[in-house]
């Protein structure tokens, strides 16, 4: 049976990470944070009902407390009371959870980051690698954008979908390049900003389109557009390109937004090869410089419970 995170399980999960004290359970205050701006994608609160593939060898779930699913208040509590200042793609096409994360943040203050527009990895007929997909896929921005709107999120993600077989990989990108710029008046009319995730084949996704930064920083240069910007997932990135920290660094102008995760397996960062505080201190220090105002979002299955992760991540992410 599927354990939904109430007030007192939600004390008692913050008491077991080690974040509050054994005695009557008080309402969390905001942990200072100082370093990157750091959100939390809402997939990681679903407990069975996340998305996200198990990138782990044999495809198993690594998390400890698969079936312990919180709702959007104690997911944005959680987030809040750990020093997080974002979280993201919600499923604004779900009433239930649009209108849970709605009344979450106007309690807890939080920033919804982004959302994602079309329709998930495979983007079903509204995916960029096909014109005859192109009005569904400017229909589906014009939707994300309005839905975006009511949560005062300026950042929409955009996945090309699945390559196609046919049709000459040129093409396909032709095509991904036109559908975009077809997209930057829709996006500059609603101030938003789209970007564009390349997902690893090698592990992840094997058929998806976009599978690195470096094709993916093609695709934006292409499109030429302040609107139009790249996902910069450090886990994705990592599996098919490596040179992670010159990668950013190069190419910062064209990055619209960070996510994290561990490889192998897509876990907790401290998990795999990734030096995550290196790659924070970089992200950082980009910051520091004003070439970088935006967030990196936590999407990674943990093997530890997760306010224990978010504790830890929020303290590697941590620079003064």
């Known amino acids: 049976?599927?354990?939904?995170?109430?007030?007192?399980?939600?004390?008692?999960?913050?008491?077991?990470?080690?974040?509050?004290?054994?005695?009557?359970?008080?309402?969390?205050?905001?942990?200072?944070?100082?370093?990157?701006?750091?959100?939390?994608?809402?997939?990681?609160?679903?407990?069975?009902?996340?998305?996200?593939?198990?990138?782990?060898?044999?495809?198993?779930?690594?998390?400890?407390?698969?079936?312990t699913k919180y709702p959007p208040g104690a997911a944005l509590e959680l987030a809040k009371s750990l020093g997080y200042q974002g979280f993201e793609m919600f499923d604004w096409r779900d009433e239930a959870e649009r209108s849970g994360f709605a009344a979450a943040r106007q309690r807890h203050g939080l920033a919804a980051v982004c959302i994602t527009a079309n329709k998930g990895v495979r983007a079903p007929g509204c995916g960029l690698t096909d014109p005859s997909e192109r009005e569904g896929f400017l229909s589906e921005i014009e939707a994300a954008a309005d839905a975006a709107k009511d949560f005062d999120c300026t950042m929409l993600v955009v996945l090309t979908g699945f390559e196609r077989e046919d049709t000459p990989r040129s093409a396909q990108m032709d095509s991904c390049v036109a559908g975009l710029r077809e997209a930057v008046p829709i996006l500059e009319r609603a101030g938003m900003t789209a970007v564009v995730e390349p997902v690893n084949t090698l592990v992840t996704r094997p058929g998806y389109f976009l599978p690195g930064a470096r094709e993916g920083l093609d695709l934006i240069r292409r499109v030429d557009s302040a609107n139009v910007k790249l996902l910069f997932d450090i886990y994705h990135v990592q599996v098919t390109d490596g040179d992670l920290i010159p990668q950013l660094r190069e190419n910062i102008d064209f990055i619209g937004h960070f996510q994290i995760g561990d490889h192998p397996g897509r876990m907790q960062p401290g998990t795999g090869e990734i030096n995550y505080r290196n790659v924070f201190r970089a992200i950082y220090e980009l910051q520091q410089e004003r070439r970088y105002d935006g967030y990196a979002g936590l999407e990674y299955h943990p093997s530890v419970p997760l306010p224990q992760t978010m504790a830890e991540v929020r303290k590697l992410a941590a620079f003064s």
């Open 1 to 67: 049976m599927r354990q939904t995170i109430q007030r007192r399980q939600f004390c008692a999960a913050l008491a077991g990470a080690g974040l509050y004290g054994t005695g009557a359970c008080k309402e969390p205050e905001a942990t200072p944070a100082t370093g990157l701006k750091l959100s939390v994608a809402c997939d990681m609160f679903r407990g069975e009902d996340a998305g996200l593939p198990f990138d782990t060898s044999d495809r198993s779930d690594p998390r400890p407390e698969p079936r």
